[in-house]
């Protein structure tokens, strides 16, 4: 029913054009009641804590017409989604146009067991939060094409793999660039309370890598027991890949790949792992967390896609000169036509959205009734989860919101000697799962691109019927988890 309904609502590009107008609408009338919030919130920059009242900002004032008529321009300039999909697209584009992506999946094929091929996606894409949004563009069409060249249906790994890179983003087993804005925001908290106390990046290490293990096997289980059964056979007349040796043009163009990777590795060690290199942080030294590196992680990965992509082709002869590796990138180009215009009307979309402050209004409403609810501290600590997976559909950004709630329910949780580390992992809890189904999601729109490859007729509601059974099944296990880990009083980290 949902993927017949969302299907049959207008192309993408119009049910945002009426979003907005619906946006144009609710601003001026939050602003003819004069709706405002005041509360504190955490500089994610400075750390300072500032007191802040948000105001309804209409846009049918002359500053709101003024905005939507200057603003176009940047709006769609200042949407980080559209430089990420574009430049990752130009590597990623030369390694799937020279057969390296192909082959990956032959050799994937040939040296992972059958049964394990779900497991291995998941937790991959799992883990790929570690790289901010390569996930989303290189591994969820990678997961794609690897089913489909088993004789599998590809849309159902492309939902296990959008499962595991946006349902579970905030779990790893490693340590990314949000782990640590979320622990210097999460300590401002703390401070208000009791300057003295602190946590460090690890404070939630034990619960997260329990996370990873836990929602791995769930997201494969549903995929092979709930979604990839619904689906059915897939017929797309390509031959299925079996365990076969490799061709040795395909051998010599890995071989090559493989080449060109250690040489892009090397050099980017050069730059960022002697103290003082270049890609560390110029005041601090640091190469995790706010460094040129993390920033500019998906130049890292272009290049090491572009290498890799442009040796394969010369190693198996796909190809030629390097006016092929510069048509393998427009063709990807050209491939997101469609995508850029949409991302275009989203990223209005969003500006007004945000120009408007509802989803800050909301974000504090909420926020303020559940504080003022009297809860115990477990039932506390899950309507707190609640809470911030409602506003995840309409407010994806996980820094802004915690900036918001940090300051209101981590000093509010101590008091009721709830562990500062627990509050953060309540946090991570709720912000994920709804990501895999939000239109608001920077990503979403190229993941119904995706679709739309092995399904022409996909759409929004084909994405968001096959995305349900995780959402709702990873959102209550990993509640189960998080109340049980309290409850047993189990180290949150180390």
Known sequence: MVERVGNKVPHPVVIFVLLIGVVILLSHLFYMLGASATYQTIDADTGEIEELTTSAQSLLTADGFRFMFEGVVQNFMNFNAVGVIIVAMLGVGVAEESGLIKALIHKLVNVAPPAAMTYILVFIGILSSIAADAG????????????LSLGRHPLAGLAASFAGVAAVFTANILIKPLDGILTEITN????????SLSIDLTANFWFS??????????VALITEKIVEPRLGAYDSGETVVK????????????????YAILAVLAVFMALSLPSGAPLRNPDTGALIG????MNGLIVFIMILFLAAGWAYGAGAGTMKSTVDVVNAMEKAIRSLASLLFLLFVISQFLAFFNYSNMATLAAVNLGD???????????LLIGFVLVVAVLDLIMTGAIPKWAIFAPVFVPLLMRLNVD????????????????????????????????QKYDPKAGVGTVIALMLPYVIIVFVLWIVLLAAWHLLGIPWGL
């Open 243 to 258: 365990r076969s040796q490799m061709t040795p043009e395909e051998s010599r163009g890995l071989r090559f790949s493989g």
């Open 209 to 218: 890598a329990a996370s990873v293990l836990l929602l791995t096997v769930a």
């Open 420 to 451: 500062p580390e627990a509050v953060l992992a309540a946090y991570r809890v709720g912000d994920a799962p709804f990501n895999a189904v939000t239109p608001l999601n920077a990503y979403f729109a190229l993941i119904v691109t995706f679709a």
């Open 290 to 293: 706010d460094s040129p590196f």
């Open 369 to 379: 009734w559940l504080e003022d609810a009297g809860l115990g501290p477990l039932t």
């Open 136 to 147: 989303y563009l290189v591994l969820i069409p990678l997961a794609a094409a690897a089913f």
């Open 188 to 195: 401002d908290a703390i401070h208000l309370l009791n300057p």
